[in-house]
């Protein structure tokens, strides 16, 4: 149980433009979802937190204009990545928890790369 | 806020020894604690976790202690395998955080054949 999954594992894209990640939870329902980036060799650094129905919670220094995150539903979160630059370039991991729940189940992650 | 520091950054150990990687927290409020398993490549994967009102928790190879009174807590890992080589992040719930994590640096554990 507890099954999260990313969709695409893999994207490059040109400069300028947008991407779109999606993170599902196949197999309980996701009230609240979180967004990380990871550069190699560090930690998780939290983007933002969503709850469905409601905007997204971002953390101090996140763009929210440049990183648009929807949480639609009990089990389908996106992160848009916009008007991308190489320094965008990083893993996108996302994570999410059931109501009331301490655990939280992470994706397998998202690497974008921009050229 | 919330600040967790992990040691050591990377460990090595041989095949069939013990790993022992440690954390500590800042806030006396936060009340869980989870240990993650990040392989090359792939999102990090939940190995045990503890709550701040149990003192170790154990799950076959791997064991989990927490000193609230210190503010640390450790994981324990015994009859290491090559398949436990991986990157290992502890975090902490602050409480009063909403369910936001706040993790640890990471420690490269390598083990040897």
């Known amino acids: 149980g507890a099954v999260v999954s990313q969709h695409p594992s893999r994207v490059i894209c040109k400069s300028g433009t947008s991407v779109k990640i999606e993170c599902r939870s196949l197999d309980f329902q996701a009230t609240t979802m979180f967004w990380y980036r990871q550069f190699p060799k560090q930690s998780l650094m939290l983007m933002a937190t969503?709850?469905?129905?409601?905007?997204?919670?971002?953390e101090q220094g996140v763009e929210k204009d440049k990183f648009l995150i929807n949480h639609a539903s009990l089990t389908l979160s996106t992160l848009t990545v916009t008007s991308a630059h190489p320094e965008d370039s990083s893993f996108y991991i996302c994570?999410?928890?059931?109501?009331?729940?301490?655990?939280?189940?992470f994706g397998p992650g998202t690497r974008l790369t921009v050229t | 806020g919330e600040n967790v520091e992990q040691h050591p950054s990377t460990l090595s150990v041989q095949e069939g020894d013990s790993a022992v990687i440690k954390c500590t927290y800042s806030?006396?409020?936060?009340?869980?604690f989870p240990w993650y398993k990040q392989e090359l490549g792939k999102g990090p994967q939940l190995i045990i976790d503890?709550?701040?009102?149990?003192g170790e928790k154990k799950d076959q190879r791997i064991a989990v202690t927490l000193n609230k009174t210190a503010k640390h807590f450790s994981l324990h890992i015994t009859e290491t395998q090559p398949e436990d080589s991986a990157v290992y992040f502890c975090?902490?719930?602050?409480?009063?955080?909403?369910?936001?994590?706040?993790f640890g640096p990471g420690t490269r554990l390598s083990v040897l054949p």
């Open positions: 975090a902490a719930r602050p409480r009063l955080y909403g369910q936001n994590f706040v």
């Open positions: 994570s999410a928890s059931s109501g009331g729940s301490y655990e939280q189940y």
């Open positions: 806030d006396s409020a936060s009340n869980y």
């Open positions: 503890i709550r701040s009102n149990v």
């Open positions: 969503s709850n469905e129905g409601s905007k997204a919670t971002y």
